[in-house]
Nanobody, 124 residues
């Protein structure tokens, strides 16, 4: 059973950048498809980005496409989300997700494991 722990969230001004990290333990990380989702108050959780186990296939949700980059380091059991040109509407809880079942996490129903989330707040 893999455990996922996010870090790197915080308060940033509009136009700024943040890099989120998600450290995995308790499983064979290199076999997991990984992804990032976010959930703003009163809204449904939505996919932000996803990456397959070998990093040769990625997916980006429409909400942040062009402003985020997902990457992973299997030697460090860590997946990253680089977020640039942040907007106030990007304010949300950001969740790391993993699956050993599916190839790429493009929707919530494909997720086997969730992290506890990290808050990102973008001020105007």
């Amino acid at each position: 059973q893999v455990q996922l722990v996010e870090s790197g969230g915080g308060l940033v001004q509009a136009g700024g950048s943040l890099r989120l990290s998600c450290a995995a333990s308790g499983g064979t990380f290199s076999r997991y498809a990984m992804g990032w989702f976010r959930q703003a108050p009163g809204k449904e959780r939505e996919p932000v980005a996803a990456i397959n186990w070998s990093s040769d296939s990625t997916y980006y949700g429409d909400s942040m496409k062009g402003r985020v980059t997902i990457s992973r380091d299997n030697a460090k059991n860590t997946v990253y989300l680089q977020m640039n040109s942040l907007k106030p509407e990007d304010t949300a809880f950001y969740y790391c997700a993993g699956s050993s079942t599916y190839y790429k996490l493009t929707s919530l129903r494909l997720v086997d494991h969730w992290g506890q989330g990290t808050q990102v707040t973008v001020s105007s």
